[in-house]
């Protein structure tokens, strides 16, 4: 089982800027699409921004211009920066790792993001 630590989560004015890490120990993320999804209370879990094996990034259209997610496939850990945080992107951030051609498909436990004053 793979385990997915995340980490960079917290309180946050609107205006503000954070920084989220996934990390896996002993685990190669290289050949993985890697993403960050989020979960509000009482909502869907949407798609917050991806990114390839490549390099090729895409980014839900409400945060396009504030978050930007990154890879550093040498130590194995996908980042999410967010800058010019709003109260609606409060919620639960997940990191997410995945290969369709294997079927491999895993979870980080979720780090919350509250955006208040």
């Known amino acids: 089982q793979v385990r997915l630590v995340e980490s960079g989560g917290g309180l946050v004015q609107p205006g503000g800027s954070l920084r989220l890490s996934c990390a896996a120990p002993?685990?190669?993320?290289?050949?993985?699409?890697l993403s960050w999804y989020r979960q509000a209370p009482g909502q869907e879990r949407e798609l917050v921004a991806g990114?390839?094996?490549?390099?090729?990034?895409n980014y839900a259209d409400s945060v396009k211009g504030r978050f930007t997610i990154s890879r550093d496939n040498a130590k194995n850990t996908v980042s999410l920066q967010m800058n010019s945080l709003k109260p609606e992107d409060t919620a639960v951030y997940f990191c997410?790792?995945?290969?369709?051609?294997?079927?491999?498909?895993?979870w980080g436990q979720g780090t919350q993001v509250t955006v208040s004053s």
């Open positions: 002993r685990f190669t993320f290289s050949s993985f699409a």
């Open positions: 990114i390839t094996r490549t390099g090729g990034t």
């Open positions: 997410n790792v995945k290969r369709v051609v294997t079927k491999e498909d895993y």
